[in-house]
């Protein structure tokens, strides 16, 4: 299951009695952030015991674009730091953020295909949450949120999936056209809005309303098999192919080997490792690395990881001696 490189769960949770981030004061707000962060560090589950507390406010520009990049976060919690919070797990698999469009956005992260423990681990902390605070619910709707398609489980579920071969062969724009009709959506690793990059792709629930959430996560373990599967084969067909096998090579020399590089081009050459990695071709190289590499060549991530802001020269430099490093 190579394919898909990890699986996230996020529930959307707002508190009874207190009106939406989008019409929240600031007093609220602040009231809203104390409200959840004692009810995780005050509860007694050992889960919560390893959250860090951090003001949104308190970060730099680069330091919160740095978690977007991680997924950590989404692109629309950075763009108003004010009145927002986080709290992150000691490993960075859970991230609960505090006033973006809802009240809490709690998300979990794992490795590989992993919809059902994703699942468990968000639904032990969303249990734990709801013993001490009063969440937004109707009997029909279900759980309120801001934006109407999050109504009713308040959950997105999806996957990051990795499709070079189905990428190449032109095929994603018709697979789209078919999970709409489906209830999923296909789009670029950082969600909605989102050009792929590196053949990153995000496989996501559309529908909350009228289906459990037990529902949702098997239709999408079921339609992330099918697209494993015919990834997988169009990957025995390119394989085979000569000039791929040497895009493959070249790729790994480049990274090996360069000077400069900039984000884009390392991300598509990144991907063409990770290929020849599964189909056999590159046997020097773990999944693992490649996809450490992915993360930590990120803009951002270069800066906050250099501890200073680095010119986008300055950038490609050191993305190019990391992954020279790393791989000659």
Do not use: W
Not at 241 to 253: E, K, M, N, Y
Not at 279 to 303: C, F, H, R, W, Y
């Amino acid at each position: 299951m190579s394919v898909v490189v990890s699986t996230r769960v996020r529930l959307a949770r707002n508190l009874k009695d207190y009106p939406f981030p989008s019409r929240l004061s600031q007093q609220g707000g602040e009231k809203v952030i104390e409200k959840v962060k004692s009810a995780i560090k005050n509860s007694n589950s050992s889960i919560a015991s390893d959250f860090s507390f951090i003001k949104l406010e308190n970060l730099t520009p680069v330091q919160c674009v740095s978690l977007v990049e991680k997924h950590l976060v989404s692109p629309e919690f950075i763009s108003n730091t004010s009145g927002r919070a986080l709290m992150l797990s000691s490993d960075n698999s859970i991230s609960i953020m505090l006033n973006e469009e809802d009240h809490i956005r709690l998300q979990v992260i794992t490795d590989g295909l992993s919809l059902e423990q994703a699942y468990d681990t968000a639904d032990r902390l969303d249990t734990l949450l709801d013993e001490s605070l009063d969440f937004a619910f109707d009997e029909k709707l279900g759980y309120l949120t801001q934006c109407p398609t999050n109504l009713g489980t308040g959950m997105r579920a999806s996957v990051m999936l990795h499709l070079p071969a189905l990428e190449k062969s032109r095929a994603i724009s018709r697979i789209a056209g078919n999970l709409s009709k489906l209830g999923l959506t296909i789009r670029g690793a950082h969600g909605e809005g989102t050009e792929p990059k590196g053949a990153m792709y995000q496989l996501s629930n559309q529908v909350t309303l009228g289906i459990s959430e037990k529902a949702a996560i098997e239709n999408l373990k079921n339609i992330t098999q099918q697209l494993v599967a015919q990834e997988n084969q169009a990957r025995e067909r390119m394989c085979k192919s000569i000039d791929i096998q040497d895009a493959v090579s070249r790729s790994l020399g480049l990274l090996g080997s360069a000077i400069i590089m900039t984000h884009d081009e390392a991300l598509k050459l990144l991907s063409n490792v990770r290929f020849g990695i599964l189909s056999g071709q590159i046997t020097n190289v773990t999944i693992d690395t490649v996809d450490k590499l992915m993360s930590a060549v990120e803009p951002a991530t270069l800066s906050v990881d250099s501890g200073k802001n680095l010119s986008a020269q300055e950038r490609d430099i050191q993305r190019a001696k990391i992954l020279r490093e790393t791989l000659s």
